[in-house]
């Protein structure tokens, strides 16, 4: 064609191809295929290939008990360094009493406890120190355990290979979870109840007197173990190095051992446990996972590297889910589910049925429109108009992007979009033709003229849509993304495609006038 570019007629062509070509994927998708290209397809959201919705609260309570044990060990080494002899300690929700036989180093007590400490009240009352803590303390490591439940449980998702999962906050302490497709939702239960806080503590072999009693000393714990609750261990309450220095753990299989999990600490945490080792040759060194001990081995020498490994009476799906927790790191608080739904897929494909027939019906209708409207040109828009529906697939597997029921709603309403962008240049193309100027000079004429108006109308649909994205949640969002993919797909059917396939018609034809 001597009369269109042959860069815009390679441009077109490429296009079209490449978006027939990777809408395939979404139409003969083989869920066993270990092929690249057929994953490349669209993934369906909650609502039309069911899968799991669950809502989960975060039980900061927990964090307020932890935190108010801080404050006694607090106080406890700041009354030994100041001499003083604690007699009782009163601990009640957010109220923490703590009497002593001497009121002269109370207040010493007060202020050095206070350096550590904001937003908490302490009040000195004859010999009792009362520390209360306040409402701005409890929601501060409220937000703050939302948020890094958040992104835990985020990590922890993605590990276990959920497409397009929704998690967001709900509420003051809860989040939400909608994982499309699900198989295997007892599995992301374990994941998402476990704490995965892990410690490493040294083992206190020498004082079973204590042990025996059920009586911990100070600065010492008593731990059940993992696999036998009546074996118990005493050991330091002060962690040599915690799960926070990890940076990588994963599945292995040692000979001896079994599957287990190995784990690296990064350059702080491999000093710690470096120094450890080396300084507790021939005791035992605990590993606590969730306050259990799941194995105590006899360090044989120092383990300098960061590197190590955990083993246990693990199988395979255990040392990977372990290793996906440690990865993900702990929750700081536990998650408890307090609702829990199942979406069938059969609802799901009601809807994709419900959207396929008024995709069709729409198409039939419109095509059959422009064609008693525009003859020949007609076909040409009903030609553009399909391949705008393949491109706008292709476009959503290969971002990876989630159709939902509304996203099939965008898919309809594109399809609109893209019809008015043909009427408005075939319109445009009408009034050229009056003007009796040459055949290619009038289509030229039309395009150009429609071109701003085109542009105007979808960059406006354009603007609105991304600013559903940004301020939209789940579905809404889901509506954008296909709206903004369609509007994008319509602008290039309309402007270049239906361009192209006008010029070639005319060109093959030999036409001398346009009717319209």
Avoid at 23 to 34: G, L
Avoid at 170 to 187: A, C, H, V
């Amino acid at each position: 064609m001597k009369n269109y570019p042959i860069w815009k007629t390679f441009i077109v062509l490429t296009l079209v191809c490449l978006g027939i070509i990777f809408a395939i994927p979404s139409f003969v998708y083989k869920e066993n295929s270990n092929n690249w290209f057929f994953e490349n397809k669209v993934n369906l959201g909650l609502d039309l290939q069911g899968g799991s919705h669950i809502l989960l609260e975060v039980q900061s309570d927990v964090l307020i008990k932890e935190e108010i044990e801080n404050f006694i060990d607090n106080i406890r080494l700041i009354a030994r360094d100041n001499q003083s002899k604690i007699n009782d300690i009163i601990a009640n929700e957010n109220t923490l009493n703590i009497k002593f036989d001497d009121a002269s180093k109370i207040e010493d007590i007060r202020t050095d406890f206070l350096q550590n400490y904001n937003n908490i009240n302490v009040l000195i009352n004859n010999n009792v120190l009362k520390i209360k803590i306040t409402d701005n303390y409890i929601k501060e490591i409220q937000d703050s355990a939302i948020k890094q439940s958040l992104e835990i449980v985020r990590k922890r998702i993605d590990e276990s290979g959920t497409k397009e999962p929704l998690i967001q906050r709900s509420g003051k302490n809860r989040i939400l979870l909608q994982l499309p497709g699900i198989k295997d939702p007892e599995r992301i239960k374990e994941l998402l109840g476990k704490t995965a806080k892990l410690t490493f503590h040294m083992v206190d072999d020498e004082n079973i007197s204590s042990l025996k009693a059920n009586l911990a000393p100070f600065g010492k714990m008593i731990v059940s173990d993992f696999y036998d609750p009546d074996v118990k261990y005493l050991v330091e309450k002060k962690s040599s190095v915690g799960g926070e220095n990890l940076v990588d753990a994963k599945a292995s299989f040692d000979p001896e051992e079994g599957h287990a999990v190995s784990f690296r600490f990064d350059t702080t945490g491999a000093q710690k446990f470096g120094k450890a080792t080396s300084e507790n040759i021939g005791k035992r060194f605990a590993v606590i996972l969730d306050g259990v001990v799941i194995t105590a081995p006899v360090i044989r020498s120092a383990i300098t590297g960061g590197n190590g490994i955990i083993s246990g009476n693990f199988n395979s799906q255990e040392s990977s889910d372990l290793a996906v927790l440690l990865r993900a790191g702990a929750l700081p608080a536990p998650l408890l589910i307090v609702e829990e739904r199942s979406v069938g897929p059969g609802l799901g494909a009601d809807s994709i049925q419900a959207g396929k027939i008024a995709a069709i019906i729409g198409m039939i209708i419109v095509s059959i429109f422009m064609i008693l409207i525009y003859g020949v040109f007609g076909v040409i828009a009903n030609i553009s108009l399909i391949a705008n529906i393949f491109i706008i697939i292709s476009l959503l597997g290969t971002i990876g992007a989630t159709l939902t029921l509304p996203g099939i709603a965008g898919i309809v309403l594109t399809i609109g979009m893209a019809v008015d962008a043909n009427v408005l240049i075939f319109e445009r193309i009408k009034e050229e033709n009056h003007k009796k100027n040459k055949i290619f000079e009038i289509v030229k004429k039309g395009f150009d003229r429609a071109f701003s108006t085109i542009l105007d109308a979808n960059i406006t649909t354009l603007i609105a849509a991304l600013l559903l994205f940004v301020f939209g949640s789940g579905p809404i969002k889901g509506f954008s993304i296909t709206l903004s993919l369609g509007v994008i797909a319509s602008m290039f059917t309309a402007l270049m495609l239906t361009n192209f396939l006008v010029y070639l018609y005319l060109t093959l034809t030999s036409k001398k006038e346009i009717n319209l």
